[in-house]
């Protein structure tokens, strides 16, 4: 069984930054994709950011491109998401998730798992 644990969020100023870790455990052989969502209160689940096993292929939201920067460390099996420029409309709990093969099922929302989410507060 996967396990995805987030961790990195907090409370910080509008126009600051914050990293996002998200460390993975228990996968099986085999290559895997891994992105960001995340849920503001009163709104459904939105997609942020995702990235290949290789790093080389990264795909954002509109609303993370040129802020948000996703990354990966394959030998620590953790994923990054760097935020910066924060805005108070970021304000959510950011969700990490996983699937076997390319990123198209993490961009199209249906990942094979999710972490339980870290808190980001950005203050106005």
């Known amino acids: 069984q996967v396990q995805l644990v987030e961790s990195g969020g907090g409370l910080v100023q509008a126009g600051g930054s914050l990293r996002l870790s998200c460390a993975a455990s228990?996968?099986?052989?085999?290559?895997?994709?891994m992105g960001w969502f995340r849920q503001a209160p009163g709104k459904e689940r939105e997609y942020v950011a995702a990235?290949?096993?290789?790093?080389?292929?990264?795909h954002y939201a509109d609303s993370a491109k040129g802020r948000f920067t996703i990354s990966r460390d394959n030998a620590r099996n953790t994923m990054y998401l760097q935020m910066n420029s924060l805005k108070h409309e970021d304000t959510a709990v950011y969700y990490c998730?996983?699937?076997?093969?390319?990123?198209?099922?993490?961009?199209?929302?249906?990942?094979?798992?999710w972490g339980q989410g870290t808190q980001v507060t950005v203050s106005a």
């Open positions: 998730a996983d699937a076997p093969l390319g990123t198209q099922t993490i961009v199209a929302g249906r990942p094979n798992y």
């Open positions: 228990g996968r099986s052989s085999g290559t895997y994709a």
């Open positions: 990235i290949n096993w290789s790093g080389a292929n990264t």
